[in-house]
Every structure is written in C-alpha cells, then in structure tokens.
C-alpha cells in the first residue's frame, strides 16, 4: 500500500515559505537558516524552489531519492530539486507544455550545480534503451567539456561559469530524450589575457599542462612548469580540492563519448598550447626615422613555436605584429604599431582565438547532440547563466552580466509578480494589490535603444574621431543623469558631486540586487573587440583546418569593410532572442542563496542572505502566493481532466465549459471559499484542493479502468471459451474416427489369423491324405514284387526241373547241388535282403517320423548334411593335394608338407609316418647281397661305438673296404698270402705300441675268419698269429684315439708274449670286423668290447695301465703316448 506522506510531515521550520506565520522578513531568514542549520537547503515558496547552497556534500541526490520523488506530488514529499524537475518533467510529457527552468543566483551560489541535478534527474526518469542512453550519455558529459573550457576559479566560486548556458533539451512524445541544443552566451574573454588576484584561467589551461603526457606536452611544444607562461596567474594556480590531472583525464573520455574525433581533441589542444604561447612572446621598441618606436618581437623562439604549432609562416605573424593595414575604400595605407599595440594586438589575438575556438567547440557539441529526427519535439530548457556579481573593481564583463541578470529578474517579475497580479484584475477575481519594486526601469536604462547606456556605448564607438573611455562616460553623464538608478560624480545631477565613494572615471548603477560601481576604463575596446584585421588574415593563412575555420573574415576574397557588431549589440541581441524564448515556456523557478561569502559549510551570515532574499523579490513572491490562488485553469480543460469525477458532467457535457465545472465542484461538496470563478479560467486557492481533485481522479481512472478491464477480459473469456467449445467437437470427432479405425484394423486381423488356422488345418489333412495313398501305393509295388518273384521262382523252379529230367544224373547231381546251393545263396540273400529292407524300412519309418516331427528344425538337418559333405570334400582335396606336395623317395629327405587343415593334423603326421616306413622298405629291398653286409657292419659299427667313441663320426663317411694294402695284387705280401689258409677279411698296416717308449712300430695286420696275424711291413714276415677263439676282449679309449688293446684269453699259447697295444686310423673299421668276424663263428665266446679311458695291459708278466688324458693345447695336434713309468702308459689326445 502507498504510504501517503506530506511536505507538513516532520517538517523543519516550514517547508513551504506560504504557510509561514507570521510572514516577516525576520522569520523568513529565520526559516531559511534552522531549516539549513538541519541540511534542509530546500524550501518551497509555492512551486518555487529556493536552494542554498550547502558547500558541502549532501546524500540528498542518491538513486534512491531520485526513486523516491520519481511520480509523486510536488507537495507530497519534503522540499527538493527533483520534486522541482519532476514536476517539469511530467507537465511536459502529460501535458505536452514546452518547460524552461530558470536557475538564478549569484555567482557561487549553485546554480551550475543545480542545473546538473535537474538534468541527472531527467536523465534518470525518462526512458530507457541503448539509443536514448547515448543520446543521455552525451548530453550529460557535454558539462564537463564546456566547464573545462568556459570555467574558472574566481574569488566567489572555485568553478564559476565564465559563461553564459542555455540549454533545450528535446522529447519525443513518450518523453524518451531525443537529443539538444545548447546557447552560449558571452564568454569572458578578457581572463584569457589577465586575471585579477587570487583568480586562474580557465580550467583547461591548467588541466592540460597537468594531465598530458609527457609525449603529447613535447607535441605541443609546452612545458608542465605553471610559471612558465605570463598568461597563467601563479598565486592560485592549484586549487583545494580540484585534481587538474584528474579532471584532464574526465575531459578526454567526455570528449570522446560526445562524439570529438581524434584529430579534433588534437587541434584543440594545439590551439590552447598556442594561446600560451602567444602570450610569452614579448615586444620591444625600435626607433625609426620619423622618431616613432615601431615594436619588434624581442625573442622569436616562442613565436616560432607558436607558428609551427599552427602552421604559420613566422613572417606574416611578426609583421602584423609591427605593422597595421587600415583599408579605406580604394586605399591601402600601413602603419606601424608601437609596443603597447602590438601588446594590445597580441592580446586581441589570443582573446578571441580563445572565445573563438570556445563558440566552435560548443557548435560542434550541438552537432552531436542534435536530435536526428524531424518530428515535433517538446522541449525542456534549463538555463544556467552567470550569476550578479559585484567585485571591488566592476568591468564591462560585470556590467554585461550584471545586465543579463536585470533581465531575467524581469522574466521573473513578469510571470510571477505582474502577470499574476494582472491575471486576477484580467478574470475579475477579487483582489488587493500587492507592491513589489518592477526593475524594468534598470533594464530601460541599460539597453533603451535610443539613450540606453549600451545604445551609447555603440554610438560612441561608431562615432570618429578620439573615443576614449572618458568620452564616454562624459556622455553617459549628459544623457543618464536624470535616471534614478544612474549616477556618476560628474553627472548633472549634483547630488553626487561630493559622493567620495564615486571615483571620476566609474559610473553606478542601482541594480535590483544593489548598487554596482563600474569602471569605464576598457569599456570602448572590450566593445569593439577589435582584431586587426592583418592578424585575421594571418591566421586565416595558417596551414591549420580549425585555425581557418575560425578566422573567416581572415578570407582576402571576403573582405568586409563593414565593422563587425559590437560586443555590447551582440549580447543584447542574444538576450532578447533567450527571453523571448523563454517566455514562451512553462518556467520552473530554482533561486539559489549563499549562505557565507566564505564557500565554506555551516556559517550562515544573516545579512548577506538577506540581502539577497531581498534583491530577489522573495518576500513579494510570498505575498502575493499567500494572497492568491495556487492553481488555475481554464475551464475546458479543468472539465475536461475532471468531468468523470461528477455523473452530471461523464462522460459528455453539453453546456458552456464555466457552467460544467460549476456543478462538478459543487457534485464534490468543494468549500466555496476554496476556488473563484474567473472569466476563463477557475482559480483553486490552496494545492490541497488540487491534491483532492486528483486524487478522486486517480481513483476515478482506477475504476474506470478496471470498468475496461473487466469488459475486456468478459469478453476475452468468452471468445476463447467459444473456440474451446468449437476446437473440443473437432476434436472429438477425429477422435472417434480414430477409435472406428483402430476397431476395424482389429477384427480384420482377427479374422485372417483365424482363416489362415482353417486353411493350415485343411492343408494337413490333404497332406496326410496324399501320404497314405502314397504308402498304398508303394505297398502295392512291394506285393507285386514279391508276387512276381514267386511266380518267378515257380518258372525257374519248373524249368530246372525240366533240365533236372534232361541231363546227365551227374549233371544233375551237380545241377541240382549248383540250385541247391544258389537256392541256399538266394534264400539267404534275401534274408538278408528282407532283413535289409526291415531295416531300411524301418529306418525310413523313423526318418519319416522323425522328419515330420523335427520338419520345423529341417535346417539343423541338411546343416549336418552340408556339414558331412563339406568334411568329405575338404578331406577329397586334401588328397589330392598330398599327391602333389609328395617328398622325393629318399629315406633321408625329411621334408613333409605342411598340413592345411588344423583338424587333420593327427591325420597328417600319421601319414608322414607311414609313407617314411614305406619308402624306408622300398629303400631296403633294392639292397644287393655284398652292400647289405656292408651297411651291416656299418650297423654293427654304430652299435658298437655311436655317441660311445669321439672318433666314431670320422669313421661313417669311410667305406670299409677291407683289404688296403691289395695283400692278393701286391708280390712283397705272396708269401704272407699264401700262408693265411682263409680269405683276408682285412689288411691294413697298424702301429705296434713299444711299451718300453710308447713308441709305434708299423705292422700288417691281417683278419681272416679264424684268426689274426700280425706281420712285418717291409717283409711281410708273420710275427704274430692270434686264433679268434684266444682274444678275449678289445680295449678302446672313449677319444679321437685310434689306441685299442687285444687282451688274449689267460692260457691260451698264442697268450705268452702277452696283450697287444696297437693304433690305427681305421681302427672302427678293424674293430668292428674283429667283433662281427667273432660273432659270425659260433665255436667261441663273444668278444667283449671295452670301452673306458683307463685299462690295464698285460705285458709277458707285468701289467701296465693304459691312461687316456686331453691333451693340452700346447701340444701338437697329433696323438702322443709317453711312458710315465713302468705301470703307466700316458696317451695325450688333442681336445676335440
Ligand atoms: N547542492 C550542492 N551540494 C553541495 N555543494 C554545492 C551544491 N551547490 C553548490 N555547491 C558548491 O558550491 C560551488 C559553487 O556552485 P556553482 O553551482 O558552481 O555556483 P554558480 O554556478 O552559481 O556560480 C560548487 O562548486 C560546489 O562546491
Ligand atoms: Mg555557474
């Protein structure tokens, strides 16, 4: 719920200067201080707004206040700025009324301020979105720009406007900003050049030299050092509390969101930095012929500096700084200037080089904010101009100012004071008149077209021959004297003669707001503001876009001989163009006070806030609220906003407006003493009645607009309650068609399902049908074949017995034993037969039965089918493929193919087995007699030795061949021969071991089938004959040795000499013969063979051991065998 609230809740003093009791001048200060003694700066005289200024800040102006005033009653909540602008601001969106707010004051006392309040407070209620928030983004950082620009510090305030600001801001219907305008008025250039004490230039100048970097001063060919420049005053040129770097920085960024390019900020600066400039260049006096001084620049570098900053050529500038072209007509006549012109000349240039570049940069900021539509736009000014000011020594700038104030006091009086009053007379209200002090008079003073104090200043100017300051005001005398508000000492009027506070050469002039003493000295240039022409055309030639663009009577083709409009006709102009402009406006009064002329918070001086109350006409603005009617209206838009309010008048009257309204406010029971009829427009005298008129209205809309609302929504309801109905029978519809559908598709399936059954069912049967006459059928073969067989048999069986009776009895005994034994034959075949055709029948039977059981699973059948097919078939091939990858027939080949199929690998290795076998006998049986006896003893040999005997594997190679010495061919062995009775089975020669030395000594060694000899090799003489049947055993080594030992049965004669110790390369061969040869005669033992590489051998009585040891490597490769000593035969076998 809205909590109402009131400007009388928890008031401090009285928040609206009306309803202070008793009204006295007294009380009025008293009010203004408790109220500012409380931070309360606001207060209300009616729907004006008089603010003081706190010096201070305050946490008045948070979001939360502005969210606070935003839409409520200008009366509702305690005093304040946003009430003020939210006022104006609803007017101009709802009422669609053009609105001005006036924002007066002396300087410092927060008129700047407060126009920025009003605008952040506009700018935060009106719409909202990316486009409006840029078109308030600009509008809102134009203000520091221009402040940069057109501010400065003076004694009365540390950021006073040196200039004059009016700005439109512009609507579109819905109250959405669209974009502005902004006029300025009257720089005051003159800081420019010279500032009084304890005062700065302008802000930039400082800013600029204390925020740039150090690269971009460098550019601008300046120095960060203050006191290096004669245009900067020193004594204050940092001010408390003013971060000039800081600020520099804010300009920058403000430039760039209003939308100034990069080289725009930078020609700008370069204008600033040669402002400076300009003001060090010094001038010092040369005497010349005619004995005139004719000025010359005394150090060129800062002119020179200067010229490149602007593209100048340093010529042209210095000599218009000597010399003067003055254009007559057809004439050209140049003079020289002497020092102070050319010092005056140098400050004409800098001055309006500056105001110059201060009017194009507040253009260039309209060109920004220019709203860009073409639509009709309701416009909200805020005019923010120099306050009065009196200073101790008053210039042409303060009178101007001054003048500008007189005027818009005059505005003030006009539409509060006077047009107020005369509103009343005009409607025939009753009422008692009210004095207030008119300062229409001082404005006829100042700017009466015809002796006006400018209109003289004009003339004077204009007229030739010496004008001087003194001549002017000598004509100020004669033509103001008489005027009330004007005096001077030398006026006629003589009252002032003796006036010692009146110097000769200043004027006064009693203002609204006091007495202001002005001094005429400057008056006639600052009017003329006069620039040679030399020096504008000088700049025009600059190589500088900006420079040219503000110089264009610089132009030579666009010489004017004219003279320009004065300073003083300018600004008169421009005025009355603002006020009538205004005029034209719903105006919203902001008064601002000073509390203390010392900027400082909390002291309030009596006196200087009394005065200004005075001078500002608030007592009369009090009286005459109190005595008159807050409000009025003309009657048809009055009925127009509250004929609902009342059922006479709702919703149409048909009457004269006056009349509607009458019995509307008589309908709502209104105290007659609370309105006045006038003649066109009802007056309501206290804001509370208005506040009830509205507030019934409000309610009044509410219900109206719940009346809307609620045929709105019947409506609505109803018309989708229809289509629901209407969607709702199309629905169920298609439902019902679908249901139908489905319903169908059912009993369809249903009925094939069920024929499909009856036609399987009568299919089988037909099936089973068929299968039996097949059966019968088949039967029937079977019966006639059988039936035929008998009647065969019973043929057959007739026609033996023919042949029977025909042939022989031995015939027919073997006939009929052949017919017995076929009959038998046949009767077992077909027992067998029969006993088959059982089985196959029966295996068909179970087939069948099986088949027709398992018929579903007849796949897995020929699965198995494929699958026994498929086996044979791989098997075929693998056959096949054998035959070709046979191996060749020899019993050593080992190759075999490999098998192709893992699962016949078993398969595959058997039957390499056995083909190896096979081929092994094939191998065998081709043997001859002699060759088999041959591999034989090679068996035999391998028996003996294989993996037994290191020498054995030499000996496989060698055939044994038997006879190696051809004991038969050879003559030395005839006699050998022909001694042995038996064929040789063996001849070789051998080595005889000496036991004595282990030396060998070579003998033949023969074998025959009973014994063996031992013969000398050269003689071939028997030395030994050993009977097989003596030798008992051979003993060999297990090494590459051909040692062996024939030991002879103990006994025996041939025993006598004892054991032979012998060595042959063959020795394999000689062993494995003796063995064999041995084993063949049957008559005897075996003989043993002793493998082992120790043995003992008898020699006639001793025995001696036989030692076999690896031979080091040292020795040679040969066999050695040394006596160790008479028991020990050491035979050294080289390690294999
Ligand atoms: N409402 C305010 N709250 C706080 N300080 C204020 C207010 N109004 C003015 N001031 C102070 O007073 C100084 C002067 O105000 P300004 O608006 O520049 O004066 P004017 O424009 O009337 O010459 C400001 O710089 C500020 O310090
Ligand atoms: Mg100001």
Not at 100 to 110: F, P, R
Not at 952 to 978: A, C, H, M, R, W
Not at 1054 to 1083: N, V
Not at 1106 to 1111: D, L, T
Request: proline content about 3%.
């Amino acid at each position: 719920m809205e909590v109402k609230t009131s400007l009388l809740d928890n008031m401090i003093g009285v928040g609206d200067m009306v309803l202070l009791e008793p009204l006295s001048e007294e009380s009025f200060i008293e009010n203004l201080k408790k109220r500012f003694d409380h931070n309360e700066i606001y207060t209300y005289i009616g729907s004006v707004v008089i603010s003081m200024n706190p010096y201070k800040s305050l946490s008045i102006y948070s979001a939360e206040k502005v969210e606070e005033y935003r839409n409520r009653n200008f009366y509702e909540l305690s005093p304040h700025i946003y009430a003020l602008a939210d006022e104006a601001y609803r007017s101009l969106r709802h009422q669609d009324k053009d609105q001005c707010i006036l924002i007066t004051g002396e300087s410092g006392a927060g008129k700047t301020e407060a126009s920025k309040f009003v605008m952040s407070y506009v700018a935060a209620v009106c719409g909202k979105g990316q486009e409006v928030n840029k078109v308030k983004e600009q509008l809102l950082q134009s203000n520091p720009v221009l402040e940069a620009f057109g501010n400065a510090k003076t004694v009365r305030n540390d950021n006073s406007s040196r200039f004059g600001k009016y700005m439109d801001i512009e609507f579109d219907f819905k109250g959405d900003p669209l974009g502005g305008v902004i006029s300025n008025y009257l720089l005051e250039k003159s800081r420019v050049v010279k500032q009084p004490r304890g005062e700065r230039n302008f802000h930039i100048f400082y800013q600029l030299l204390s925020g740039a970097s150090d690269d971009m001063l460098k550019k601008l060919k300046l120095d960060r050092d203050f006191s290096k420049y004669n245009y900067l005053s020193l004594d204050s040129a940092t001010v408390n509390g003013l971060d000039d770097a800081a600020s520099f920085r804010t300009v920058r960024n403000a430039m760039q969101i209003v939308g100034f390019m990069e080289d725009e900020v930078q020609s700008i600066l370069e204008l600033i930095a040669a402002v400076l400039k300009l003001g060090n260049i010094e001038f010092k006096p040369e005497s010349r012929v005619n004995g005139f001084d004719e000025s010359r620049v005394k150090d060129k570098n800062d002119l020179k500096e200067m010229c490149e900053l602007l593209g100048i050529e340093q010529s042209v500038l210095e000599r218009a700084f000597s010399f003067r072209t003055v254009e007559a007509k057809m004439e050209k006549v140049s003079t020289t200037l002497n020092v102070a012109q050319a010092y005056y000349a140098r400050d004409a240039l800098a001055k309006n080089l500056y105001s110059r570049l201060f009017t194009w940069l507040v253009n260039r900021i309209n060109e920004s904010i220019k709203a860009q539509t073409k639509t009709r736009k309701k416009v909200m000014g805020v005019l923010d101009i120099y306050g009065f000011e009196i200073f101790e020594d008053n210039s042409f700038e303060q009178f101007i100012i001054n003048y500008c104030n007189e005027k818009l006091q005059q505005i003030f009086i006009e539409l509060t004071l006077r047009e107020e009053q005369e509103e009343y007379i005009r409607e025939g209200i009753e009422w008692t008149n009210i004095e207030y002090f008119n300062n229409a008079i001082i404005c006829d003073l100042i700017e009466n077209n015809k002796n006006g104090i400018l209109a003289m200043l004009d003339e004077e100017c204009l007229r030739p021959g010496t004008v001087t300051d003194e001549t002017f005001l000598d004509k100020l005398n004669t033509v103001c004297a008489e005027h009330q508000h004007f005096e001077s000492r030398l006026s006629k009027n003589s009252k002032f003669l003796t006036d010692h506070s009146l110097p000769h050469n200043c004027f006064r002039i009693q203002h609204y707001a006091g007495k202001v003493l002005y001094r005429v000295e400057g008056f006639v240039d600052k009017n003329n503001d006069l620039l040679y022409r030399d020096l504008s055309q000088a700049m025009y030639k600059a190589n500088h876009n900006l420079i040219k663009l503000l110089f264009p009577e610089g132009n030579p083709a666009k010489v004017n001989l004219k003279r320009p409009p004065t300073a003083g006709f300018q600004f008169r102009a421009s005025v009355g163009t603002l006020m009538k402009n205004l005029l034209t406006k719903n105006p919203n009064y902001i008064r601002c006070i000073k509390p203390n002329d010392k900027k400082a918070a909390h002291i309030f001086t009596d006196s200087l806030v009394c005065h200004q109350v005075r001078y500002l006409g608030l007592m009369e603005n009090v009286r005459v609220r109190r005595a008159g009617y807050a409000f009025r209206q003309a009657y048809e838009p009055c009925l127009e906003r509250y004929k609902m309010l009342c059922k006479q008048t709702w919703p149409h009257w048909k009457g004269p407006a006056r009349e509607g309204v009458e019995v509307l406010l008589s309908d709502l029971q209104v105290p007659a003493e609370e309105f006045a009829y006038g003649r066109s427009k009802i007056f309501i005298r206290n804001p509370r009645t208005l506040f009830f008129l509205e507030e019934k209205r409000r309610q009044c809309l509410e219900d109206l607009a719940a009346l809307i609302q609620k045929i709105y929504r019947g409506w609505k309801c109803r018309t989708h309650f229809l289509l629901l109905k209407k969607s709702q029978v199309v629905v169920a519809a298609w439902y019902r068609r679908f249901a139908q559908q489905k319903k169908y598709q059912k009993i369809r399936c249903s009925a094939l399902v069920v024929q499909s059954f009856i036609r399987g069912w009568k299919a089988r049967k037909l099936l089973r049908e068929l299968k039996h006459k097949k059966r019968c059928e088949e039967a029937v073969t079977t019966i006639s074949a059988y039936w035929h067989g008998t009647q065969a048999r019973w043929e057959l069986r007739r026609l033996k017995k023919e042949a029977w009776n025909k042939h022989a009895v031995s015939v027919i005994w073997a006939a009929w034993l052949g017919t017995k034994a076929r009959r038998e034959l046949q009767k077992l075949k077909h027992e067998a037969c029969s006993k088959q055709a059982v089985s196959v029948i029966w295996a068909c039977w179970q087939g069948t039965k099986v088949r027709r059981e398992y018929r579903k699973f007849f796949r897995a059948n020929a699965g198995k089918k494929i699958y026994d097919f498929t086996i044979q078939r791989i098997i075929q091939k693998y056959y096949l493929g054998l035959k070709k990858t046979m191996p060749s027939m020899s019993p050593i080949d080992k190759s075999w193919s490999t098998c192709p199929y893992g699962f016949l690998d078993g398969t595959h290795q058997e039957l390499r087995r056995i083909f190896h076998l096979w081929r092994c006998k094939k191998y065998r049986s081709q043997f001859t007699e002699e060759k088999k006896a041959t591999y034989e003893e090679k068996l035999a040999a391998s028996e003996l030795f294989k993996d037994k005997k290191a020498l054995y594997p030499s000996s496989v190679s060698q055939p044994f061949k038997g006879d190696y010495v051809e004991i038969t061919k050879n003559p030395k062995y005839q006699k050998l021969n022909s001694l042995v009775e038996d064929k040789v089975l063996l001849a070789d020669v051998v080595s005889k071991i000496n036991r004595a030395n282990g030396k060998g000594t070579p003998r033949i060694f023969l074998l025959t089938k009973k014994c063996l000899v031992l013969a000398d090799q050269k003689t071939g003489q028997v030395k030994a004959s050993v009977p097989l049947p003596d030798l008992s055993s051979v003993f060999v080594s297990t090494q590459n040795d051909g040692f062996f030992a024939l030991k002879l049965r103990e006994g025996a004669t041939s025993a006598a000499k004892g054991d032979y110790l012998l060595s042959s390369d063959r020795l394999i061969e000689i062993i494995t013969k003796l063995y064999c040869t041995g084993a063949a005669s049957a008559e005897r033992n075996q003989i043993k063979i002793d493998i082992s590489d120790e043995f003992l051998v008898q020699f006639k009585q001793d025995k001696v051991c036989v030692k076999f040891i690896q031979g080091t490597p040292k020795n040679s490769n040969s066999v050695s065998c040394k006596r160790k000593n008479n028991r020990l035969l050491e035979v050294s076998v080289p390690s294999p």
